[in-house]
């Protein structure tokens, strides 16, 4: 049982099953309305904590559209881990200074491996970009909130905050590649065992390839 009580927090940050992702691979700019934007990722996970280390490579699948032009929505797909999110452009950054914007993602999905369980997570993100001509350099903190429950009774909440680093490189109008680095830490774990302060760190690359309609963002 003692395996089983550690194996939900665990997942909650740092499992095989995907749960470890901490980047959106995405601009501050958004796509003006009508806009639509596809984008091949992949990303290569490291972590580290109470004893276990871990590597995962992951690849998606991920659509966005302008809703208008403050405003996108998206739905990422890839491995089991699908989830919706929407970003709304703060500060157009065209005129000087940088680009702002506000980004949520929200996934729910249940896994059936080791211990059967569902899985909630949470990603909002504040991406700052500078732009370098029709390129983009982009930092982004975020804030990530992962809960879940198994089939046994068991439950896990974690809360750890992450810091991205990318440059999107518009190769031609329509086509651009965004490779990006993250690190988080756990800041916060409570589950059935009871809470832990820290205990872990999550390290990420990723690389997209974005395909975009109409004038570029």
């Known amino acids: 049982m003692s395996r089983l009580r550690l194996f939900l927090p665990a997942c909650l940050l740092v499992s ?10 995405e601009t501050a700019r958004t796509l003006r309305q009508g806009q639509w934007q596809v984008a091949l990722e992949g990303r290569f996970i490291a972590s580290a904590g109470e004893g276990q280390n871990e590597t995962q490579q992951t690849a998606n699948l991920a659509v966005r559209r302008g809703m208008t032009d403050d405003f996108e929505l998206g739905l990422r797909a890839g491995f089991g881990r699908p ?30 491996a080791g211990v059967s369980h569902w899985q909630f997570w949470s990603r909002t993100a504040v991406p700052i970009g500078f732009s370098f001509g029709a390129n983009e ?27 991205s680093v990318g440059f999107s490189w518009r190769l031609w109008k329509w086509l651009g590649v965004m490779p990006q680095v993250s690190a988080g830490y756990p800041l916060y774990t409570v589950a059935t065992q009871g809470p832990t302060i820290g205990g872990g760190v999550i390290v990420e690359a990723g690389l997209a390839f974005t395909f975009t309609t109409g004038v570029t963002p």
């Open 137 to 163: 350099l982009v930092l982004s903190p975020q804030l990530h909130v992962a809960a879940g429950r198994g089939d046994v009774g068991l439950w896990g909440l974690a809360l750890y905050p992450t810091l």
């Open 83 to 112: 989830e919706v999110f929407g970003k709304l452009r703060l500060r157009d950054g065209s005129s000087g200074g940088p680009h702002l914007a506000l980004s949520q993602t929200v996934g729910l999905w249940r896994w059936t």
């Open 16 to 25: 095989s099953s995907g749960c470890g992702t901490i980047s959106n691979l």
